[in-house]
């Protein structure tokens, strides 16, 4: 299986990327320990690093790292903004 993106979230990405004031190779996602179930989120612009699975194309990429992709595998990342929020 693998990560997918909508539109949005894709187009959210390269403006973040664009933005950016170091190269980035995309949105890496994470899970980390804390939290009300002990497992959240963690999402940061970053590189690519040894072992990470990249997932994405037309200049919008979803890096995850092994342990993490275990949690993710079959997620589709989304973005949608509001009046009152925003955010993936």
């Known amino acids: 299986m693998a990560i997918t993106m909508t539109e949005g979230a894709a ?4 403006e973040l990327m664009a933005a950016s004031d170091q190269p980035v190779a995309g949105l890496r996602v994470k899970i980390v320990g804390g939290g009300c179930s002990g497992l959240q989120y ?3 612009l ?4 040894a072992g990470d699975k990249v ?3 037309e200049g919008a990429a979803v890096i995850v ?3 993490s992709f275990l949690y993710l595998n079959g997620t589709e990342l989304d973005y949608g903004e509001s009046l009152m929020e925003s955010g993936f």
């Open 55 to 57: 997932f994405g194309g």
């Open 11 to 14: 187009a959210k990405i390269r």
């Open 46 to 49: 970053d590189s690519e690093r």
């Open 42 to 44: 963690k999402m940061d």
């Open 65 to 67: 790292d092994r342990k």
